[in-house]
C-alpha cells in the first residue's frame, strides 16, 4: 500500500513538474495582455470596460468588469438569445412568416424600409438575420413585440444576470430620455456569452444556429484587425459618447469571449480604435496558444525543424 501512495505522489510531481513551466509561461503572455490593455485605457478620454474569458481553461482577464454600460445595439443578443430559445421550447417557429407594416418603420432600417409594407412576408429568422447583419431596428422591434421584452429579462433572470436588462426598444428616444436605457455589464455579457457556448440556454443545433447568425458578417470593431477567414460572433453598438462590441473568437482549438464597453467619450472613433486595438493584443495572446506547445515553440505549417 505505501508503494501505491508513494508511486502516486511520484506521479503527481512529475505531472506537475511537466505543468508548471506551461502555466508560467501562460501567466506571463496574459500579465503582457493585461499591460496592453491598461496602456489603451490610460491613453482613452472616456471609460472603459472589459471582460475576456478563455473558454478552454475559463481563465479571465477584467477591468471595470462590473460597471453598468449602455449596451447600444449589443443588447440585441439578448434578444436574439431568446428568440432561439422560445424556438427550442415550441413558443414559436423561426420560419414564422411576418408581414411588414408601416408602423414598423424606424430610423437606422436599412431593409426594413426598403420593403413593401402590407405585401412583403419574411421570416422571424430573416428579421434576425437583419437584427444582426446590419444592425436593421425595426426587424430589431418586429422581434422584440414577438418573443416579449418581460421573458428577454425573465431569461436573463434564470441566469443570474440582474444588471444585463432590455428595456425600451429601438429608436425610443423618450424612453431613454427617462432613464430606461437597455444595459449590460462587461462581466454579464461574458457570461451570457459563455452559457449559451456551453450549452446552458440552447440545445446543440440551436447554439449552431444561434452562433452562425451572431457570426454574420458585418462592420464591427472586435474583428477590425483580424485574420478575414476567421469565425466572429459579435454585436457592436454605438450611440453618443457610446461604442462597444461583445462576442465570441472561434480561434481553431482556444475559443475565447471578449467584451468590451466604452462611455464618456470625447471621441466615439477613439472607443471604437480601442476595442479593435484590445481584440488584435487578446487574438495574438490565443492565436499563439492555439499554435505552440506547452513549451512554447509555435509550429506553422510549412515550417522545418532546426
Given at each position: 500500500?505505501?508503494?501505491?501512495?508513494?508511486?502516486?505522489?511520484?506521479?503527481?510531481?512529475?505531472?506537475?513538474?511537466?505543468?508548471?513551466?506551461?502555466?508560467?509561461?501562460?501567466?506571463?503572455?496574459?500579465?503582457?495582455?493585461?499591460?496592453?490593455?491598461?496602456?489603451?485605457?490610460?491613453?482613452?478620454?472616456?471609460?472603459?470596460?472589459?471582460a475576456i474569458e478563455d473558454l478552454t481553461?475559463?481563465?479571465?482577464?477584467?477591468?471595470?468588469?462590473?460597471?453598468?454600460?449602455?449596451?447600444?445595439?449589443?443588447?440585441?443578443?439578448?434578444?436574439?438569445?431568446?428568440?432561439?430559445?422560445?424556438?427550442?421550447?415550441?413558443?414559436?417557429?423561426?420560419?414564422?412568416?411576418?408581414?411588414?407594416?408601416?408602423?414598423?418603420?424606424?430610423?437606422?432600417?436599412?431593409?426594413?424600409?426598403?420593403?413593401?409594407?402590407?405585401?412583403?412576408?419574411?421570416?422571424?429568422?430573416?428579421?434576425?438575420?437583419?437584427?444582426?447583419?446590419?444592425?436593421?431596428?425595426?426587424?430589431?422591434?418586429?422581434?422584440?413585440?414577438?418573443?416579449?421584452?418581460?421573458?428577454?429579462?425573465?431569461?436573463?433572470?434564470?441566469?443570474?444576470?440582474?444588471?444585463?436588462?432590455?428595456?425600451?426598444?429601438?429608436?425610443?428616444?423618450?424612453?431613454?430620455?427617462?432613464?430606461?436605457?437597455?444595459?449590460?455589464?462587461?462581466?454579464?455579457?461574458?457570461?451570457?456569452?459563455?452559457?449559451?457556448?456551453?450549452?446552458?440556454?440552447?440545445?446543440?443545433?440551436?447554439?449552431?444556429?444561434?452562433?452562425?447568425?451572431?457570426?454574420?458578417?458585418?462592420?464591427?470593431?472586435?474583428?477590425?484587425?483580424?485574420?478575414?477567414?476567421?469565425?466572429?460572433?459579435?454585436?457592436?453598438?454605438?450611440?453618443?459618447?457610446?461604442?462597444?462590441?461583445?462576442?465570441?473568437?472561434?480561434?481553431?482549438?482556444?475559443?475565447?469571449?471578449?467584451?468590451?464597453?466604452?462611455?464618456f467619450l470625447r471621441n466615439e472613433r477613439?472607443?471604437?480604435?480601442?476595442?479593435?486595438?484590445?481584440?488584435?493584443?487578446?487574438?495574438?495572446?490565443?492565436?499563439?496558444?492555439?499554435?505552440?506547445?506547452?513549451?512554447?515553440?509555435?509550429?506553422?505549417?510549412?515550417?522545418?525543424?532546426?
Amino acid at each position: 500500500m505505501k508503494h501505491v501512495i508513494f508511486l502516486a505522489v511520484l506521479v503527481s510531481t512529475c505531472l506537475a513538474q511537466t505543468t508548471l513551466p506551461s502555466a508560467g509561461k501562460q501567466k506571463a503572455l496574459w500579465q503582457k495582455l493585461e499591460s496592453s490593455i491598461q496602456n489603451v485605457d490610460q491613453h482613452l478620454d472616456g471609460v472603459m470596460g472589459v471582460a475576456i474569458e478563455d473558454l478552454t481553461t475559463n481563465d479571465h482577464y477584467f477591468l471595470h468588469e462590473d460597471e453598468v454600460f449602455a449596451q447600444a445595439s449589443s443588447i440585441k443578443i439578448t434578444v436574439l438569445a431568446n428568440l432561439y430559445l422560445q424556438a427550442q421550447q415550441g413558443k414559436l417557429k423561426l420560419t414564422d412568416l411576418y408581414t411588414v407594416q408601416s408602423s414598423d418603420l424606424v430610423p437606422d432600417s436599412d431593409i426594413m424600409n426598403g420593403l413593401t409594407p402590407g405585401v412583403t412576408r419574411i421570416t422571424l429568422r430573416d428579421l434576425a438575420t437583419m437584427m444582426v447583419a446590419v444592425s436593421d431596428n425595426a426587424a430589431t422591434n418586429v422581434l422584440i413585440d414577438r418573443v416579449g421584452m418581460q421573458n428577454v429579462n425573465a431569461m436573463l433572470d434564470s441566469l443570474g444576470l440582474p444588471h444585463t436588462r432590455l428595456r425600451r426598444k429601438m429608436m425610443d428616444l423618450q424612453a431613454a430620455k427617462e432613464g430606461r436605457e437597455n444595459i449590460a455589464t462587461p462581466r454579464e455579457m461574458m457570461t451570457l456569452l459563455d452559457a449559451i457556448y456551453h450549452g446552458k440556454v440552447l440545445n446543440r443545433e440551436s447554439t449552431d444556429d444561434f452562433f452562425k447568425i451572431l457570426s454574420t458578417n458585418k462592420a464591427s470593431f472586435i474583428p477590425r484587425y483580424l485574420p478575414a477567414d476567421l469565425k466572429v460572433a459579435n454585436k457592436p453598438g454605438e450611440l453618443e459618447a457610446v461604442r462597444n462590441d461583445s462576442g465570441i473568437v472561434f480561434v481553431e482549438g482556444r475559443p475565447y469571449v471578449i467584451c468590451v464597453m466604452t462611455s464618456f467619450l470625447r471621441n466615439e472613433r477613439d472607443g471604437e480604435e480601442a476595442i479593435s486595438q484590445i481584440s488584435l493584443e487578446t487574438w495574438r495572446l490565443f492565436d499563439r496558444l492555439s499554435r505552440a506547445t506547452e513549451y512554447g515553440r509555435v509550429v506553422s505549417a510549412g515550417n522545418g525543424t532546426r
